[in-house]
């Protein structure tokens, strides 16, 4: 066997290439996995590494890049596919397990103060999406369990525009279960927003907790900000979705590999090699 068919099968082996695939996209995968620290065995077991390779990610064999495959095949490694399971959040929908579980500590502490962002969810784990609906994003986190979206219909969720650098950001004001004034602070003078009458208004006198704040106070989970076009399309507003921060991956089909999505998977959905090396979101 030559040097490139010794490649291919190596590649093969780690799980990162199928036969007629790409060899130069396959080692591009790998160069940047390499960067990082997870791994799954031979035997299929999550395993994480401290990662020593610093080159390019080109897709183009190197020889740092063959040493470290040669370290990947000696060690047993292989591509990190299913690196983490799902976990429910209540019963209401599934996230990538570390996600689920600070999640679920948050609600937790939310109830403590008088807050609330128990379900039922707008969205959760995500399948992959053939069709694409207004709004929603065919690489969205969502579809890699790293997202939520709250419940839209929550009475007690106030939201207010925060108009930053040409783009339209949101706060969410939840009104507390306790109004004698134990729980929340008063926020006199927030102007909230109606995507009924598409006007704004006064904060209706009480007490609230800003969820915003709450949510982001560790660093665990942002919000995002609204796509252009939201004030024709409520759908696009975004005001409810939170999504995971830690470990954020390069492209979407690197997340969706750390949940057990296969790159088959993705491409009988109809995922491109565009969609596929995109930035999830």
């Known amino acids: 066997m030559n040097n490139i068919g010794m490649l291919n099968a190596d590649l093969i082996t780690l799980g990162y290439l199928e036969p007629g695939g790409s060899v130069a996209r396959a080692l591009a995968r790998f160069q940047r996995h390499a960067k990082q620290i997870y791994r799954k065995t031979a035997a299929g077991a999550p395993a994480e590494d401290v990662p020593g390779y610093t080159g390019p990610e080109d897709g183009v064999a190197h020889q740092g890049t063959l040493d470290e495959i040669a370290r990947w095949l000696q060690k047993g490694f292989r591509v990190p596919l299913g690196y983490f399971k799902l976990a429910e959040v209540g019963s209401w929908g599934a996230l990538r397990e570390e996600a689920a579980s600070a999640w679920v500590g948050l609600m937790t502490r939310l109830r403590e103060l008088g807050g609330t962002i128990d379900g039922p969810y707008g969205d959760t784990k995500r399948p992959l999406m053939k069709t694409i609906s207004t709004g929603a994003s065919k690489t969205s986190f969502h579809i890699c369990g790293r997202a939520v979206d709250l419940n839209q219909g929550q009475t007690r ?55 915003t704040a709450e949510i982001q106070r560790e660093g665990l989970f942002e919000r995002i900000h609204a796509q252009r076009g939201w004030e024709q399309h409520s759908r696009q507003s975004e005001w409810w979705h939170f999504q995971w921060v830690p470990g954020k991956q390069e492209t979407f089909q690197d997340e969706c590999e750390l949940v057990g999505i296969t790159e088959k998977q993705l491409r009988a959905a109809g995922y491109t090699d565009a969609d596929l090396d995109r930035a999830p979101g």
């Open 157 to 211: 969720y106030y939201v207010a525009k925060e108009p930053r650098g040409g783009e339209t950001w949101w706060r969410i004001y939840c009104k507390t279960s306790d109004q004698s004034g134990a729980q929340g602070q008063r926020f006199e003078g927030a102007l909230v927003y109606s995507f009924v009458s598409k006007k704004e208004s006064p904060l209706p006198a009480g007490f609230y907790l800003d969820l």
